[in-house]
């Protein structure tokens, strides 16, 4: 499809583990963005990426979570040993351009930390 | 202090029904502004930007107020397939030049027949 495709659609792991993401954007789409939403919560603002280039680690909750985008295209949201409050769905957005509109978002990883 | 607030609802309505939903944003810098809507357990998407002199799509109308920092809603003539949560979404480019977007927990919206 011409969608944005995240995977695994579904993750549950224990605790401690390294889990990592995957986000397929839109073909051409030059930016990326990775949002975490709680049950019950807004979306998180995670991270951004300008074609492979992300400027701004800020908004990662903390260094165990790390991101990185490749040829201007797929990234990956790598969890380094997972706590509980991890537990999220992880959504993954493009758009054509920086702050363009609209954001297409995939469909999430429901991640579940045991 | 959150930098979009909404009420959560939910906004319980007949069909037929004008309903409005407020939503207030912290940062004075912020530059533009839109409005998701999310179903239940599906991705977000796009309902519609946010212009300052204000736009209407359809029974949806949006608002501006830069000086109270708000943006609402106006759901005209509601049917039961607007029942959803609706995000406010402000998008600012910081004093780093780091692009930042913030959405709103949502504002639940339950059209009844």
């Known amino acids: 499809g011409a969608g944005v495709s995240q995977s695994p659609s579904n993750k549950v792991t224990e605790k401690g583990k390294d889990v990592e993401l995957r986000c397929d954007p839109i073909?051409?789409?030059?930016?990326l963005y990775w949002y975490r939403q709680s049950l019950g919560q807004g979306l998180e603002f995670l991270i951004y990426?300008?074609?492979?280039?992300?400027?701004?680690k800020s908004g990662l909750p903390s260094d165990r979570f790390s991101a990185e985008r490749t040829g201007g295209s797929v990234s990956t949201l790598t969890i380094q040993r997972t706590q509980q409050e991890d537990s999220a769905v992880y959504l993954c957005?493009?758009?054509?351009?920086?702050?363009?509109?609209?954001?297409?978002f995939g469909d999430g990883t429901r991640l579940s930390i045991l | 202090r959150k930098e979009v607030e909404q009420d959560p609802g939910p906004f319980n309505v007949p069909e037929g029904a004008t309903v409005a939903f407020n939503c207030t944003y912290s940062?004075?810098?912020?530059?533009?502004f839109f409005w998701y809507r999310q179903d239940c357990r599906k991705e977000p998407k796009l309902l519609m930007s946010?212009?300052?002199s204000g736009n209407e799509d359809g029974r949806f109308t949006a608002q501006l107020n830069r000086a109270s920092q708000y943006i609402s809603l106006l759901i005209r003539d509601s049917k039961l397939s607007d029942s959803a949560t609706y995000l406010c979404?402000?998008?600012?480019?910081?004093?780093?030049?780091?692009?930042?977007?913030?959405f709103g927990s949502g504002t639940k919206l339950n059209v009844k027949p």
């Open positions: 946010v212009y300052s």
């Open positions: 979404v402000v998008n600012m480019i910081d004093v780093w030049d780091f692009n930042k977007f913030y």
């Open positions: 940062n004075s810098a912020s530059q533009s």
């Open positions: 990426f300008q074609g492979n280039s992300a400027p701004d």
């Open positions: 073909s051409g789409h030059t930016a």
């Open positions: 957005a493009s758009s054509l351009i920086l702050g363009g509109q609209p954001q297409h």
